[in-house]
């Protein structure tokens, strides 16, 4: 999603909060206003000056460094993440450490004055050993470790999520379940990857539905030569899937720069586009599984003739109807009470970070903010399960996630 800031805007409102968070440590390390002078005043300029390019060089994955040549370029919402998670887990922790190297300074020249407390506005005094201590938590360590769960800890941290969902007309003599698997978003294959395999097995599905995003690479950084160095290892992968139930596929936005389909028929798997699809007879019961481009779900006049198609093949069959769509759009273009069954999709990573009581900061749909967290919801009376997604944004972004697990979905058909 796009913004209406320009990158010289923003950068000049981020500088001007590290330039008070500067100059406020300085006045309470100098002993209040009386001691604040116009040099001061230059050493504070001076520790947010290279704050201001520690934000500019974060944007350098997705410009290239452009950003630099073209302070006009507009921003999107990956880049201001970028810089967001710079300044926390970066620029905070850098900031507090040199305020806290002051403080002690401070301390130690405030005990040869016999004065170990420093005054603050209004006759106030507080100790210098304290505010060190306090620098050294919210300001070091607090954030630092913050940086280092969301990196290196919460994106590793699988949640195997189960719902239900009811299908109409159909009588199965057991719950069939599906697992998917979305947004799994890397140009290589690691431990993550096997770990979810693991996860997916244990599951023991009957189907693998995987709405897109498979790769996502950047040519510019020589990942597409990466990807053809794996693409045997992602064969491997899908062959795993494979071999634990049939597995289908519909393609996502990441989808693009090398041959998706050649690695998918390689390893067995089902590729569903637009007007594709699977009539699936299991447990009694049938359902027929539909795929969709991604482009036609920001389409309303492309969705329709597709959803009245599709509806009209599931009456035909007297099939279950299940919509495979990368984007969470899709469902907004179903009529009330539709034909559908139940929509499968992914693409918005829940956000990646989720706020408590608001949800993702980043919905990248047209879909409500609750539908985009993922997991299984409503919208006009259509059902809709949205996947956080295995993986991770990779290109402009940090590759982080908090208080937004990957998952792996397991979704029984009663």
């Known amino acids: 999603m796009g913004t209406d800031l320009a990158l010289w805007q923003v950068l000049v409102v981020l500088g001007a909060i590290d330039f008070l968070i500067a100059m406020a440590a300085l006045f309470v390390l100098t002993r209040g206003l009386r001691r604040f002078t116009a040099l001061r005043l230059v050493v504070a300029a001076a520790l947010a000056f290279p704050v201001l390019f520690v934000r500019t060089v974060s944007c350098w994955p997705e410009r290239g460094g452009d950003s630099l040549r073209h302070p006009l370029a507009m921003l999107n919402s ?18 507090s450490l040199v305020v806290l190297l002051l403080a002690i300074r401070t301390h130690v ?13 209004g006759g106030r005094r507080v100790g210098v050993s304290g505010l060190a201590w306090v620098m050294l938590v919210v300001g070091v360590i607090g954030p630092a470790g913050l940086g280092v769960w969301m990196t290196f800890v919460e994106p590793n941290w699988f949640e195997v999520e189960r719902v239900g969902v009811d299908i109409k007309g159909q009588e199965f003599d057991r719950p069939v ?14 431990a993550h990857e096997a770990r979810m395999i693991e996860l997916v097995r244990a599951a023991e599905p009957d189907l693998i539905v995987m709405p897109g ?17 794996a693409s045997e290892e992602f064969v491997r992968l899908f062959r795993e899937l494979v071999s634990i139930a049939p597995t289908y596929f ?5 989808e693009w720069g090398y041959d998706e389909r ?3 028929r390689e390893s067995g798997v089902v590729f569903l586009s637009s007007r594709d699809t699977a009539l699936i007879e299991i447990a009694n019961g049938r359902l027929l599984l539909a795929g969709t481009d991604f482009a036609i779900s920001a389409k309303p006049q492309w969705a329709e003739p597709l959803i009245e198609e599709y509806a009209s093949a599931a009456e035909s069959h007297e099939a279950g109807l299940v919509l495979l769509s990368h984007s969470p759009d899709s469902v907004i273009r179903l009529p009330g009470n539709s034909r559908f069954d139940l929509t499968i999709a992914g693409h918005t990573h829940g956000g990646q970070i989720r706020v408590p009581f608001f949800g993702p900061i980043i919905t990248a749909t047209e879909a409500p903010r609750e539908i985009a967290s993922g997991g299984l919801n409503k919208h006009n009376g259509n059902t809709i399960y949205v996947s956080r997604g295995v993986g991770v944004e990779r290109l402009g972004a940090p590759r982080i996630r908090l208080n937004c697990r990957p998952v792996i979905g397991v979704i029984e058909l009663e």
Not at 184 to 189: C, D, P
């Open 177 to 190: 379940r599906i697992a998917v698997l979305s947004d799994i978003q890397n140009f290589e294959v690691g």
């Open 250 to 254: 519909s393609p996502g936005n990441c």
């Open 213 to 229: 995003d498979l790769f996502q690479m950047q040519s510019s950084r020589g990942d597409a030569k990466r990807f053809e160095d």
């Open 262 to 264: 050649s690695v998918l």
């Open 78 to 95: 990956m880049e201001l993440m970028s810089m967001l998670y710079t300044s926390v887990v970066v620029v905070t922790p850098v900031i």
């Open 109 to 121: 020249r405030a005990r040869r004055n016999e004065r170990a407390h420093v005054s603050l506005p």
